[in-house]
Antibody, heavy 118, light 112 residues
Framework: EVQLVESGGGLVQPGGSLRLSCAAS????????MHWVRQAPGRGLVWVSR???????AYADSVRGRFTISRDNAENTLYLQMNSLGAEDTAVYYC????????????WGQGTLVTVSS | IVMTQSPDSLAVSLGERATINCKSS????????????LAWYQQKPGQPPKLLIY???TRESGVPDRFSGSGSGTDFSLTIGSLQAEDVAVYYC?????????FGQGTKLEIK
């Protein structure tokens, strides 16, 4: 069964850092394009970042230079390193697989909540 | 690419048809493969989004056939043929034609 399990969320002060993890099972993560999508409380879905199967990364303008997406092939785990966090980064962060390249998002993890507050 | 859904909310009686529209600010139709890079997702409270439709009109495996997608280029629709109680959710369209992969603002579907 294909499964994505996020972890690492929590409460962090403004200006702080956090690293999210997404453990993949049932498939080889490095063979797929993987994404992070976030959803602020009561708001819509916003794409954050992507890493392609050949390791090319892309970021939303709002996080470029602050967030870094990476993966550990041996651990079959996706990461999102988040630095210089602000209140606007408060959201549930979802780890998502893209089917067969630059395609639709499926499946989605359950998400991990990041709260930036003093 | 900006994705704009209409309406923002919709109330439909059980058994009736519900239609949600999605418009992209530029075409998401690829000339290389003649496919529309457009997906629809359903999100119920407290749950992650679930894929319903991809390539604008291809139903994901296991999705009831009352869900259908249509459209091409910049104008798309998601139709629920006969609304069931379990269809109450927020629905999002998304383009995966180019980064950033943008979503519509969501349409909240309720029972009238």
């Amino acid at each position: 069964e294909v499964q994505l399990v996020e972890s690492g969320g929590g409460l962090v002060q403004p200006g702080g850092s956090l690293r999210l993890s997404c453990a993949a099972s049932g498939f080889t993560l490095s063979n797929y394009w993987m994404h992070w999508v976030r959803q602020a409380p009561g708001r819509g879905l916003v794409w954050v970042s992507r890493i392609s199967s050949d390791g090319i990364t892309a970021y939303a303008d709002s996080v470029r230079g602050r967030f870094t997406i990476s993966r550990d092939n041996a651990e079959n785990t996706l990461y999102l390193q988040m630095n210089s966090l602000g209140a606007e980064d408060t959201a549930v962060y979802y780890c998502v697989r893209a089917e067969g390249g630059p395609n639709w998002f499926d499946p989605w993890g359950q998400g991990t909540l990041v709260t930036v507050s003093s | 690419i900006v994705m704009t859904q209409s309406p923002d909310s919709l109330a439909v009686s059980l058994g009736e048809r519900a239609t949600i529209n999605c418009k992209s600010s530029q075409s998401v139709l690829s000339s290389s493969n003649n496919k529309n890079y457009l997906a629809w997702y359903q999100q119920k409270p407290g749950q992650p989004p679930k894929l319903l439709i991809y390539w604008a009109s291809t139903r994901e495996s296991g999705v009831p056939d009352r869900f259908s997608g249509s459209g091409s280029g910049t104008d798309f629709s998601l139709t629920i043929g006969s609304l069931q109680a379990e269809d109450v959710a927020v629905y999002y369209c998304q383009q995966y034609y180019s980064t950033p992969y943008t979503f519509g603002q969501g349409t909240k579907l309720e029972i009238k």
